[in-house]
């Protein structure tokens, strides 16, 4: 496995596999198995994966985690290496950014409504990151993870809108043994806070549950979920919101597909995030 930190030196590496077909695996690095399940699809479909590993600052909001976000380089790389990566490329912010940079992608519609509403700018700073990097690996497939569904949703359509000739494959949450959707920021959690932090897939599956039962109405779903994690002390709630997974709209009532049915909380001061799609285990 190769590590390099520069655009001309992965270029340089990734001549080698110009005949083969090449997965990327965009990350923040502080790799879980939530992004390792990410990289195992890759290396069953490509015959070469690059995982990057690039902390994005402009992705993050003033007084946001950016300077204490988790890294630890050493250890992802020995994970990457287990994992038979071919190629990790872990940039420089200077890199990625040179003297100069001014372009920046936005898609306001989709980036109005749920993680968009209370982090502006942020979504902007993912498409522009994830667009330079589609430029410089020329993958074949970029690979996501749905718990960021929003962010997919938008990479999926920027993809599409700019004719990029690259496909997305958005892949399934991943989950401890406790329910609570893998995070790099969950390591943030104290045990009491992690505790907390449960009512947040507990609110959820119980409103999966009431939509099995034939509950179709949103506002009686956002009610359910919302005075689940309401009722619990130390968690502060972000978001609920019900839409159409298409183009990230509030929806009336729930459809057999092609719903998202997404939240985020706070707790400890660490923003967290969760959702499902019905009609999808």
């Known amino acids: 496995m190769k590590v390099v930190k520069s ?28 992004h390792m399940s990410l ?20 992705q993050f909001g003033p007084g946001e985690d950016l ?4 890294r630890d380089l ?14 990790v490329f872990a940039p420089a912010p200077e890199e990625m950014y040179p003297p100069g940079f001014y372009t ?50 938008m990479v ?21 043994a406790d329910g609570l959707a893998l995070s790099s920021r969950n390591r943030y959690l104290s045990h009491d806070d992690r505790l907390l932090a449960l009512a947040l897939p507990g609110a959820l599956d119980a409103a999966r549950r009431k939509i099995e039962m034939g509950e179709k109405s949103s506002r009686v779903l956002v009610r359910e979920i919302r005075d689940h994690i309401v009722q619990t002390p130390g968690v502060e709630l972000e978001y609920v919101e019900i839409v159409n997974l298409d183009d990230m709209q509030p929806i009336d009532r729930v459809t057999s597909t092609g719903t998202l049915v997404a939240a985020a909380i706070r707790v400890g001061g660490t923003r967290l995030i969760d ?7």
């Open 7 to 34: 655009i001309a030196d992965l270029h340089r590496e990734l001549d080698a596999f110009s005949s083969g077909h090449i997965g990327l695996v965009p990350t923040m690095g502080c790799l879980h198995r939530g």
């Open 39 to 58: 990289v195992e699809a890759a290396g069953k479909e490509n015959d070469a994966t690059v995982v990057s590993i690039f902390v994005n600052p402009t």
């Open 67 to 70: 300077e204490r976000y988790p």
């Open 156 to 176: 999926t359509r920027m993809v599409r809108d700019l004719n990029m000739h690259v496909k997305v494959r958005v892949m399934p949450i991943i989950r401890d």
């Open 104 to 153: 920046r992608i936005d898609q306001e519609v989709l980036g109005a409504g749920l993680c968009g509403a209370s982090r502006p700018g942020h979504f902007s700073g993912v498409l522009t990151v994830v667009a330079k990097l589609l430029g410089i690996c020329r993958p074949d497939r970029v690979y996501f993870g749905i718990k960021d569904a929003q962010q997919a949703v």
């Open 275 to 281: 959702n499902f799609i019905v009609g999808e285990i």
């Open 74 to 87: 050493d250890r992802d790389c020995r994970m990457l290496r287990e994992a038979g990566v071919e190629l």
